[in-house]
C-alpha cells in the first residue's frame, strides 16, 4: 500500500504556514497529516473513488 518514503519540499510563505500550523493543531492534526490528506482528496477529485488501484497498481 502506502510507502512514506518520498519527501516533497513546498516554499510557503511564512505568516501561511504559521496559520496552517495553528490550524492544524486545532484540528488535532499533523501538518504532513493534513498534505497527505488533501494529496488523497485531490488525487481522488481527478480519479475517481477507485484511485488506489490505479495508483498502486503501478509499483508492482
Not at 519540499?9 to 492544524?24: M, S, Y
Not at 501538518?31 to 475517481?48: N, T, V
Request: glycine share 2%.
Amino acid at each position: 500500500m502506502e510507502k512514506r518514503t518520498a519527501r516533497l519540499t513546498v516554499l510557503v510563505d511564512p505568516q501561511k504556514k504559521a496559520a496552517f500550523e495553528r490550524l492544524c493543531e486545532l484540528e488535532d492534526v499533523t501538518p504532513s497529516q493534513k498534505i497527505r490528506q488533501f494529496m488523497r482528496d485531490f488525487i481522488e477529485q481527478a480519479l475517481g473513488p477507485d484511485w488506489k488501484e490505479q495508483v498502486f497498481k503501478q509499483e508492482d
